[in-house]
């Protein structure tokens, strides 16, 4: 039985109520007693209207449903588009578009204003991580290219000759070659080349290089080179800045490295993950009052700059802290160039739909309901922000230095609950004396209600807009539930193909571009979910770039480092203000309903055209329950929300739970339209556990489903993500998964 205290007309569980009370508080400054009011008035006043958004949306579902049935298949061009769009503007699922949807924030780091580059997620449960984000500002390329495949192992190029651990010269030669070959693309030479360079110094404030030949040179635009460190002769470090991001040239001749390079060379650091997403949502398992209070102190230790971590590492233990900001000496010799030293962090807070049991509240009826989360999450992680926010400008560990506090807001339905969220954080800057609209959003265009109307969702958090992203697992799980009685879903693979898709991608990056974001906000784009395919992201994460997004994900520090170098291609400050022109040469209507028409196309075949042979349909459902069971068994087992999972062909995808909405949805879709039957499902799940028990037989905490159907909890839990999937609410796995988490906790 949890213990409870009872504050007004809220009931907080223990654990939540020691971390406000005797560290957030004390923290903060904020006095208990007014933080205590505050947050009841907001429970009661805000709680009722968040119950009645989700309402909206089961109506509109419902309303959605009844178009479905009476006319399946795909929605169809020309007259019965027309019909289509009417009869969703009458159900409130399309609003018009505001006249005024320009973003008028204000405050925002250069970070997500001015600059292009990478932008880690991590979930902030585990320290570790959190740690190693905030420091994934800057990253060694050398190790980057040395340790992944992004250098191709063949010519007897692996990373260690004898298959052990040792260096292999040959690797590093390329290694090298490559960073000298990104320097010659980014910092290029009045003459010749950075290639077999013999030496950099600092000279009358000017950079020399003595190339290959023994010649002297300069760069060609003496501007790039911003700053040194150590010897002007013998510069120890020099830093380049390109397209506004920074290359830092480590020299150092006493390493293993430098002493073979013919400049002592031992190092390029890239500016990285310029941004971080602490994530509270799709990648945690965070159930209870316990788990929400480990995600609430590691984002109060990150803003104070006190988190730390025991990391052991090649055979030792060491503390790992919070990097401190760079510094180097001008060119001219006189004054510094203070760079900083970490990532810039958001803290993704839950969507509108779950409620939690950390704290109950009385409602207007006299029972006792479970908090929205995402009105706690709202209370907590902005009241922990003001550590950072009282900082002095001198202080060596702050985040914003603009004055602001970051929150990503994810699974929002429509204009009314990104207005609802404006609304709520409003609520909690007045109660703890926080200037208005100091709460900076992002905006997850992750739902097609969301998509259809961007610009008035923008419009509704105008002050706060700092950042737009598009997200293709969830957006397509929503595509899912939303038609899923229009008819059979495509193969997910085909579905990547879909004119809605394609729509979906251009549509955030010009309507972020029509509302002002250039210069103000983050236009980002989805997740490489694949960290040990580094050669394959190079190759294909240019496109994120090329598109006009100033950021896109990625789940490593080293996948920042390598994904910068595409910020280093693209100059995509430069590439928006021409999008800007083009989109605002375009008739405005003319493009909007092009673009709606595209956009609202569902991913569906006709029921005569769901003829796909038996091999290919029990392919799909293998490789849907394996994922679904994959990730589940380490959810509901051990309450990780996050990890490496493999998939069907063992390749290591990083999953969360947008991955089980597209499987589980895309599996309850065939079941409703007979593709495939449940029986046909059953025996693919029961088949696929023990393919996942044998992809986790080196896990001495994993506990096996096959044979165990019936006493399995991590089982059933992914069963009824599927057998349930048609009745889950947008087609949401929350619900489920805390159930079942719940339970293992009890018991």
């Given at each position: 039985?949890?213990?409870?205290?009872?504050?007004?007309?809220?009931?907080?569980?223990?654990?939540?109520?020691?971390?406000?009370?005797?560290?957030?508080?004390?923290?903060?400054?904020?006095?208990?007693?007014?933080?205590?009011?505050?947050?009841?008035?907001?429970?009661?006043?805000?709680?009722?209207?968040?119950?009645?958004?989700?309402?909206?949306?089961?109506?509109?579902?419902?309303?959605?449903?009844?178009?479905?049935?009476?006319?399946?298949?795909?929605?169809?061009e020309?007259?019965?588009?027309?019909?289509?769009?009417?009869?969703?503007?009458?159900?409130?699922?399309?609003?018009?578009?505001?006249?005024?949807?320009?973003?008028?924030?204000?405050?925002?780091?250069?970070?997500?204003?001015?600059?292009?580059?990478?932008?880690?997620?991590?979930?902030?449960?585990?320290?570790?991580?959190?740690?190693n984000?905030?420091?994934?500002?800057?990253?060694?390329?050398?190790?980057?290219?040395?340790?992944?495949?992004a250098?191709?192992?063949?010519?007897?190029?692996?990373?260690?000759?004898?298959?052990?651990?040792?260096?292999?010269?040959?690797?590093?030669?390329?290694v090298?070659?490559?960073?000298?070959?990104?320097?010659?693309?980014?910092?290029?030479?009045?003459?010749?080349?950075h290639?077999?360079?013999?030496?950099?110094?600092?000279?009358?404030?000017?950079?020399?290089?003595?190339?290959?030949?023994?010649?002297?040179?300069?760069?060609?635009d003496?501007?790039?080179?911003?700053?040194?460190?150590?010897?002007?002769?013998?510069?120890?470090?020099?830093?380049?800045?390109?397209?506004?991001?920074?290359?830092?040239?480590?020299?150092?001749?006493?390493?293993?490295?430098?002493?073979?390079?013919?400049?002592?060379?031992?190092?390029?650091?890239?500016?990285?993950?310029?941004?971080?997403?602490?994530?509270?949502?799709?990648?945690?398992?965070?159930?209870?009052?316990?788990?929400?209070?480990?995600?609430?102190?590691?984002?109060?230790g990150?803003?104070?700059?006190?988190?730390?971590?025991?990391?052991?590492?090649?055979?030792?233990?060491?503390?790992?802290?919070?990097?401190?900001?760079?510094?180097?000496?001008?060119?001219?010799?006189?004054?510094?160039?203070?760079?900083?030293?970490?990532?810039?962090?958001?803290?993704?807070?839950?969507?509108?739909?779950?409620?939690?049991?950390?704290?109950?509240?009385?409602?207007?009826?006299?029972?006792?309901?479970?908090?929205?989360?995402?009105?706690?999450?709202?209370?907590?992680t902005v009241?922990?922000?003001?550590v950072?926010?009282?900082?002095?400008?001198?202080?060596?560990?702050?985040?914003?230095?603009?004055?602001?506090?970051?929150?990503?807001?994810?699974?929002?339905?429509?204009?009314?609950?990104?207005?609802?969220?404006?609304?709520?954080?409003?609520?909690?800057?007045?109660?703890?004396?926080?200037?208005?609209?100091?709460?900076?959003?992002?905006?997850?265009?992750?739902?097609?209600?969301?998509?259809?109307?961007?610009?008035?969702?923008?419009?509704?958090?105008?002050?706060?807009?700092?950042?737009?992203?598009?997200?293709?697992?969830?957006?397509?799980?929503?595509?899912?539930?939303?038609c899923?009685?229009?008819?059979?879903?495509?193969?997910?693979?085909?579905?990547?193909?879909?004119t809605?898709?394609?729509?979906?991608?251009?549509?955030?990056?010009?309507?972020?571009?029509?509302?002002?974001?250039?210069?103000?906000?983050?236009?980002?784009?989805?997740?490489?979910?694949?960290p040990?395919?580094?050669?394959?992201?190079?190759?294909?994460?240019?496109?994120?770039?090329?598109?006009?997004?100033?950021?896109?994900?990625?789940?490593?520090?080293?996948?920042a480092?390598?994904?910068?170098?595409?910020?280093?291609?693209?100059?995509?400050?430069?590439?928006?203000?021409?999008?800007?022109?083009?989109?605002?040469?375009?008739?405005?209507k003319?493009?909007?309903?092009t673009?709606?028409?595209?956009l609202?196309q569902?991913?569906?075949?006709?029921?005569?055209?769901?003829?796909?042979?038996?091999?290919?349909?029990?392919?799909?459902?293998?490789?849907?329950?394996q994922?679904?069971?994959g990730?589940?068994?380490r959810?509901?087992?051990?309450?990780?929300?996050?990890?490496?999972?493999?998939?069907?062909?063992?390749?290591?995808?990083?999953e969360?739970?947008?991955?089980?909405?597209?499987?589980?949805?895309?599996?309850?879709?065939?079941?409703?339209?007979?593709?495939v039957?449940?029986?046909?499902?059953?025996?693919?799940?029961?088949?696929m556990?023990?393919?996942?028990?044998?992809?986790?037989?080196?896990?001495?905490?994993?506990?096996?489903m096959?044979?165990?159907?019936?006493?399995?909890?991590?089982?059933?839990?992914?069963?009824?993500?599927?057998?349930?999937?048609?009745?889950?609410?947008?087609?949401?796995?929350?619900?489920?998964?805390?159930?079942?988490?719940?339970?293992?906790?009890?018991?």
């Amino acid at each position: 039985m949890t213990e409870r205290t009872a504050i007004h007309n809220l009931q907080v569980a223990s654990p939540l109520l020691s971390f406000i009370n005797d560290q957030m508080l004390p923290a903060t400054g904020v006095e208990p007693a007014k933080f205590w009011k505050g947050f009841n008035d907001i429970v009661g006043d805000l709680a009722p209207k968040n119950i009645a958004l989700l309402a909206e949306r089961d109506r509109i579902q419902t309303a959605m449903d009844a178009w479905h049935t009476a006319n399946p298949g795909p929605v169809g061009e020309g007259k019965a588009m027309k019909e289509y769009k009417k009869y969703l503007s009458q159900i409130g699922y399309l609003v018009p578009e505001p006249k005024n949807a320009q973003a008028t924030t204000a405050n925002v780091d250069a970070e997500l204003a001015k600059l292009a580059g990478p932008q880690l997620v991590v979930p902030i449960l585990n320290a570790r991580y959190a740690l190693n984000a905030a420091n994934a500002r800057w990253g060694s390329l050398y190790d980057a290219l040395y340790g992944t495949d992004a250098i191709s192992e063949a010519d007897g190029c692996g990373k260690s000759p004898d298959g052990g651990t040792g260096y292999n010269p040959l690797r590093g030669a390329k290694v090298i070659d490559y960073c000298r070959n990104v320097l010659d693309r980014t910092a290029p030479l009045k003459t010749g080349s950075h290639v077999g360079s013999k030496g950099y110094a600092v000279k009358s404030g000017k950079l020399v290089v003595t190339l290959a030949n023994g010649k002297n040179t300069t760069l060609a635009d003496a501007k790039q080179f911003v700053g040194y460190t150590g010897d002007v002769k013998a510069p120890a470090s020099v830093l380049f800045v390109h397209n506004g991001i920074h290359l830092d040239l480590q020299i150092n001749k006493t390493t293993p490295i430098g002493m073979t390079d013919p400049a002592g060379v031992s190092d390029l650091i890239a500016e990285s993950a310029l941004s971080t997403i602490l994530d509270l949502e799709d990648s945690v398992a965070a159930v209870d009052a316990e788990d929400k209070v480990l995600a609430y102190k590691n984002w109060l230790g990150i803003l104070q700059g006190t988190l730390s971590e025991e990391v052991q590492k090649g055979g030792k233990t060491f503390t790992r802290t919070m990097n401190g900001d760079r510094e180097y000496t001008k060119p001219a010799g006189k004054g510094t160039v203070k760079l900083h030293g970490r990532s810039l962090m958001f803290v993704r807070n839950v969507g509108h739909l779950m409620t939690n049991p950390a704290i109950l509240y009385k409602a207007a009826d006299g029972s006792m309901k479970e908090i929205p989360e995402g009105i706690l999450d709202a209370m907590i992680t902005v009241t922990c922000a003001l550590v950072d926010l009282q900082k002095k400008s001198s202080h060596p560990l702050r985040n914003s230095r603009t004055g602001s506090v970051y929150i990503v807001k994810p699974k929002m339905h429509g204009s009314k609950e990104v207005a609802f969220a404006d609304e709520l954080f409003g609520r909690v800057e007045k109660v703890i004396g926080m200037k208005p609209s100091t709460v900076k959003l992002g905006i997850m265009d992750e739902e097609r209600r969301t998509s259809a109307n961007l610009k008035a969702c923008i419009a509704a958090a105008k002050s706060r807009v700092a950042f737009i992203n598009t997200g293709f697992l969830d957006r397509t799980g929503d595509e899912m539930h939303t038609c899923m009685l229009a008819g059979p879903v495509m193969r997910k693979g085909d579905i990547k193909n879909s004119t809605w898709l394609g729509a979906y991608e251009k549509n955030n990056v010009n309507v972020g571009l029509a509302c002002g974001l250039r210069g103000r906000a983050q236009i980002g784009k989805g997740m490489w979910a694949m960290p040990d395919l580094m050669a394959d992201m190079l190759k294909a994460k240019i496109g994120h770039p090329m598109a006009g997004a100033n950021t896109a994900w990625v789940p490593s520090p080293t996948a920042a480092t390598l994904h910068a170098m595409h910020y280093h291609q693209v100059d995509v400050p430069a590439l928006q203000k021409q999008m800007e022109k083009a989109v605002a040469k375009q008739d405005a209507k003319e493009l909007r309903e092009t673009t709606l028409n595209a956009l609202l196309q569902f991913p569906v075949v006709a029921q005569d055209a769901a003829n796909w042979s038996e091999e290919d349909k029990q392919k799909e459902l293998d490789n849907n329950a394996q994922g679904i069971l994959g990730y589940v068994v380490r959810w509901v087992d051990q309450g990780v929300g996050c990890s490496k999972v493999p998939d069907i062909n063992g390749v290591g995808l990083m999953e969360d739970r947008a991955t089980l909405r597209i499987s589980s949805q895309h599996m309850a879709n065939w079941m409703q339209h007979g593709v495939v039957t449940e029986a046909q499902v059953q025996a693919t799940m029961e088949r696929m556990a023990a393919v996942v028990d044998a992809q986790n037989a080196g896990d001495a905490a994993y506990q096996p489903m096959a044979g165990h159907f019936d006493t399995s909890a991590a089982y059933q839990a992914a069963c009824d993500l599927v057998f349930k999937g048609k009745a889950q609410p947008s087609g949401y796995t929350e619900p489920l998964l805390h159930a079942w988490r719940l339970k293992v906790k009890a018991a």
